[in-house]
């Protein structure tokens, strides 16, 4: 049995998830028209994890 293949996304080139035009992280990813409601980028992403209030040197 073959597991299920993530789906294809174009929507955010920038996207934590987009790995080369793939979705890593949803196996489905249809918003019936609307924009992807987990869109991040790396950077939010790293900023999240850091606890928001200093990211490297600067303060956010």
Do not use: W
């Not at 890593?24 to 790293?46: A, I, Q, W």
């Amino acid at each position: 049995m073959q597991g299920k293949r993530m789906p294809e996304c174009r929507a955010h080139d920038d996207c934590f998830a987009n790995h080369d035009g793939v979705c890593c992280c949803l196996s489905d990813n249809n918003f019936n028209g609307k924009d992807c409601p987990f869109y991040k980028t790396e950077e939010t992403v790293r900023r999240e994890q850091n606890g928001g209030s200093v990211y490297g040197d600067q303060e956010i």
